[in-house]
């Protein structure tokens, strides 16, 4: 733990008023890995796809290399492409050489594990004789018939490719051997509440709930679980979690990307659905959540379908008090040009799709009655950034009046999710010298300090729990259907109302978003 001078005049430690040190790294590694999974196959439908190549893959060899993965284990990538178990082999080599991962001496091992099979998403006979392949396997390796379908293609492909799979028999588990079969679906989860409540209906009629693995990987990262330790294992924080103390809270997702290779998702999605429905909706409900009972999946889940519960739908008469919608115009990042959302690749040059979003939400419960919530989203910002700011009430009464006037900084406690792991709580103090002279400082945790051990990434700590069956990262669908409900009409007037192209504040690329934002809040990037 240091202390540092606050914003602005940038970290300095100050010796001498170190008070608390985290405490030693020894014996954390054993934090690692809860357990090891029992034998399975993961079967990768869409394999050779950019979500494959780039995130299962690389994180299944890590889970390898750090002894994540159970014993017997394989994986099976499939999809249209005709590859053979060489070539995709291969394919997979190129994917961690791009990432850095690769180590010659640990791929062997991990390229035994894997297969490919080609299917057709609509080919009932190409299901078929994917069931036999992974019997056959099954029975050769010993998985002992765990199976873990990862639907990694395009959401229009999951009710029929979680039917298919379901006619031949491989959703099929929790038999009394104890065996189990699971699905695993990538946002996004439906486009509007009716196609949510589809897309459930259709994984149902071959999966059961506890069968079913939504994923938000957001959830899994360190620093986003952290929330949860931070409020409920320590004693201080939850008294003054509550309207009677706090002021507002900031939650920011921030990126210097733009829309990249992913246009026509993108054009469908904007920023609202992409980000929103989501990623932001689990960062609220863990700011925003009582304490459950218990640290279990469906308890804790209960609790963040409570928060969703509260949040006060939006008047769509006066939806732009409550919301600013921007996209991103040319600009410069990271020191180079970048084009406007318009002249990106398979982007409509009229296109009316937010690439920026900033709403005020309040939630109706006895905990938060009148306290601001302020999600801000976009892409093309000025920097990369994701946090959690807890603005606090300022002191009802300012004893210094006479020397400093009323106005004393107010508290500030950021849980900082990127690029920087860590907590930091702003306060005052007063200068050193004779007269009376506050300044704010910083205590600032950093989530990584005193440790030096491995750590897992979001996708390893997801494909682990889907091994494990442990649902507590994953979306339930009621609180889909709650998040669907409070946005739904959000949408739907952003997309049919008259003024629609007005509405949409132009930002330039590497800034920090439209200018009205300011007026939203009090400039949430500053
Ligand atoms: P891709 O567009 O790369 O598609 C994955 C595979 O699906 C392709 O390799 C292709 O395999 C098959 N496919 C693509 N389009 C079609 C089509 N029109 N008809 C039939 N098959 C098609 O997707 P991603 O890998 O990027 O994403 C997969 C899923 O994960 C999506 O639902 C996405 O929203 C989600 N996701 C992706 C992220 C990412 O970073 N990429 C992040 C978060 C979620 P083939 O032609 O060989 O069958």
């Not at 594990?113 to 069931?131: G, I, Q, R, T």
């Not at 379901?166 to 509440?193: C, H, M, Q, T, Y």
Request: hydrophobic share 40%.
């Amino acid at each position: 733990m240091i202390m540092s001078e606050a914003e602005g005049a940038g970290h300095r430690e100050l010796d001498g008023l170190t008070s608390i040190t985290a405490q030693s790294g020894a014996g954390m590694e054993s934090c690692l890995l809860d357990g090891t999974p029992p034998p399975c196959m993961v079967v990768i439908v869409g394999a050779s796809g950019d979500l494959t190549s780039r995130k299962i893959i690389p994180a299944l060899y890590n889970l390898y290399c750090n002894g994540g993965l159970p014993a017997p284990f394989f994986a099976v990538g499939c999809a249209r492409t005709d590859w053979t178990t060489e070539i995709f082999r291969e394919r997979m080599k190129e994917a961690l050489k791009r990432a850095g991962l690769f180590e010659t001496d640990r791929w062997e091992g991990f390229a035994s594990l894997l297969y490919y099979h080609p299917v057709k998403y609509d080919d009932p006979a190409s299901f078929e004789s994917l069931a036999v392949r992974l019997s056959e396997l099954d029975r050769e390796l010993g998985t002992c018939g765990n199976k873990l379908f990862y639907l990694a293609i395009p959401p229009s492909l999951y009710p029929l490719t979680a039917t298919m799979l379901g006619r031949v028999g491989l959703s099929a588990g929790g038999s009394e051997d104890g065996n189990w079969a699971r699905i695993v679906v990538e946002k996004p989860f439906g486009r509007d509440l009716q196609t949510a409540i589809d897309l459930d209906r259709t994984l149902h009629r071959y999966f059961e709930e506890k069968q079913i693995f939504r994923i938000d990987h957001y959830l899994a990262k360190e620093t986003v679980q952290n929330i949860l330790m931070f409020r409920f294992a320590n004693a201080i924080f939850e008294p003054v979690w509550n309207r009677r103390y706090i002021e507002s809270v900031h939650i920011l997702a921030a990126e210097t990307l733009g829309v990249e290779h992913r246009s026509g998702y993108y054009e469908q999605a904007g920023v609202l659905r992409d980000m929103f429905q989501n990623h932001m909706m689990q960062l609220l409900s863990l700011t925003a959540m009582d304490p459950p009972s218990v640290f279990e999946a469906d308890r804790v889940r209960d609790e963040k379908v409570r928060v969703y519960g509260t949040m006060r739908p939006f008047e769509t008469d006066n939806l732009w008090d409550y919301l600013v919608l921007g996209q991103y115009e040319a600009g410069m990042v990271g020191g180079e040009k970048v084009p406007a959302y318009r002249q990106e690749k398979g982007v409509n040059f009229d296109s009316l799709i937010p690439t920026f979003a900033s709403m005020k939400v309040f939630l109706d419960s006895w905990r938060w009655q009148g306290v601001p919530f302020y999600l801000t989203s976009g892409k093309r910002l000025a920097r990369k950034q994701t946090e959690i700011s807890i603005s606090f009430k300022e002191v009802p009464h300012s004893l210094f009046r006479s020397t400093l006037g009323e106005h004393i900084t107010a508290n500030r406690l950021i849980l900082g999710i990127y690029p920087d792991e860590r907590i930091t709580l702003t306060f005052q103090t007063k200068n050193p010298g004779a007269r009376v002279c506050l300044r704010s400082v910083t205590m600032d945790f950093q989530y990584h300090q005193n440790y030096t051990g491995p750590v897992l990434d979001a996708y390893e700590k997801v494909l682990l729990d889907c091994m494990l069956g442990d649902q507590m990262l994953f979306w339930r669908q009621d609180g889909l259907e709650r998040c669907w409900s409070f946005l739904t009409p959000i949408l739907e007037e952003c997309e049919t109302c008259s003024g629609r192209s007005s509405m949409l504040q132009p930002y330039a690329a590497g800034s920090c978003g439209p200018e009205a934002v300011k007026k939203l809040q009090n400039d949430v990037l500053s």
